[in-house]
């Protein structure tokens, strides 16, 4: 069962630009941590961005100073701004609720020129 809804990836030439959505529940969004996982083919999952409840965040090495976690109470909705996007960068990206045993789908990011 589906409970959080992924969107926004899509194919991207090397420099370019998405952004994920993540569509959380609104009985967990203020009160949760937040996050954005990875998994390209063969490799364990990633952990790439962090947001606390209170809007702190952490990021992987690997993706710091060009990707941007946000979140908007409004829509209940997480966001994951890629800019600068390189090949290593390709995988499927999932939302995730700390604590919550919440599942998407996920969303397929591919960076190829």
């Known amino acids: 069962q589906v409970q959080l809804v992924e969107s926004g990836g899509g194919l991207v030439r090397p420099g370019g630009s998405l952004r994920l959505s993540c569509v959380v529940p609104?009985?967990?969004?203020?009160?949760?941590?937040m996050g954005w996982f990875r998994q390209a083919p063969g490799k364990q999952r990633e952990l790439v961005a962090t947001?606390?409840?209170?809007?702190?965040?952490v990021y992987a090495d690997s993706v710091k100073g060009r990707f941007t976690i946000s979140r908007d109470s409004a829509k209940n909705t997480l966001y994951l701004q890629m800019n600068s996007l390189k090949p290593e960068d390709t995988a499927v990206y999932y939302c995730?609720?700390?604590?919550?045993?919440?599942r998407g789908q996920g969303t397929q990011v591919t960076v190829s020129s």
């Open positions: 995730s609720v700390f604590g919550k045993t919440l």
């Open positions: 947001s606390s409840r209170d809007a702190m965040t």
């Open positions: 609104g009985s967990v969004f203020s009160t949760s941590g």
